[in-house]
T-cell receptor
Framework: GESVGLHLPTLSVQEGDNSIINCAYS??????FIWYKQESGKGPQFIID?????DKRQGQRVTVLLNKTVKHLSLQIAATQPGDSAVYFC???????????FGEGTQLTVNP | EPEVTQTPSHQVTQMGQEVILRCVPI?????FYWYRQILGQKVEFLVS????????KSEIFDDQFSVERPDGSNFTLKIRSTKLEDSAMYFC????????????FGPGTRLTVL
């Protein structure tokens, strides 16, 4: 399954499928990007980050892709599990700043 | 695993009252942040704090807001005269090495202004 961030804020997939969550950012000065997972009633939880000198970074079951040309970030979750159900936010950080700017979020629902 | 804690989990107050939201960052962390999230919306940066002073603040963080590290463990956010639009979840976060280190978020305080 695939979402396009602001246009499709919800993504529903079957357990075991791969999920792709997309995010567009607008600030050319951003050089550090993070994906957060937020479960209901909890604070954002770090998933994976990537710096602007990289195009791809892999973690455990997750991969982040960065396309600076079109200012696009994506999170791929392999073999999605029910525990992955949450809202996923991308966040960006400017080169000289300390403030994280969060995207709108995508609600991922994993159906068993 | 060390974690950021916040108290109270839910604060209800009357408009115009002062509230103090409390956070205990991870013990060896030096950089502290406050964010807020209005229900159903994205997380918004309020302020960053390092070495006992504000590093950066957003447009939201006006004169009604202040932060303090009163001792070696607590980090507080004060809203002097709350408004209805201050109702939100407030998250504290901390890092050890600045904004490019992983920011660990607390569970949040839900502030309801009546």
């Amino acid at each position: 399954g695939e979402s396009v961030g602001l246009h499709l804020p919800t993504l529903s997939v079957q357990e075991g499928d791969n999920s792709i969550i997309n995010c567009a950012y607008s600030n050319s000065a951003s050089d550090y990007f993070i994906w957060y997972k937020q479960e209901s009633g909890k604070g954002p939880q770090f998933i994976i980050d990537i710096r602007s000198n990289m195009d791809k970074r892999q973690g455990q079951r997750v991969t982040v892709l960065l396309n600076k040309t079109v200012k696009h970030l994506s999170l791929q979750i392999a073999a999605t599990q029910p525990g992955d159900s949450a809202v996923y936010f991308c966040a960006e950080l400017e080169t000289s700043g300390s403030r994280l700017t969060f995207g709108e979020g995508t609600q991922l629902t994993v159906n068993p | 695993e060390p974690e950021v804690t916040q108290t109270p989990s839910h604060q209800v107050t009357q408009m115009g009252q002062e509230v103090i939201l409390r956070c205990v960052p991870i013990s060896n962390h030096l950089y502290f942040y406050w964010y807020r999230q209005i229900l159903g919306q994205k997380v918004e940066f309020l302020v960053s704090f390092y070495n006992n002073e504000i590093s950066e603040k957003s447009e939201i963080f006006d004169d009604q807001f202040s932060v303090e590290r009163p001792d070696g463990s607590n980090f507080t956010l004060k809203i002097r005269s709350t408004k209805l639009e201050d109702s939100a979840m407030y998250f504290c976060a901390s890092t050890s090495g600045g904004a490019r280190d992983t920011q660990y978020f607390g569970p949040g305080t839900r502030l309801t202004v009546l």
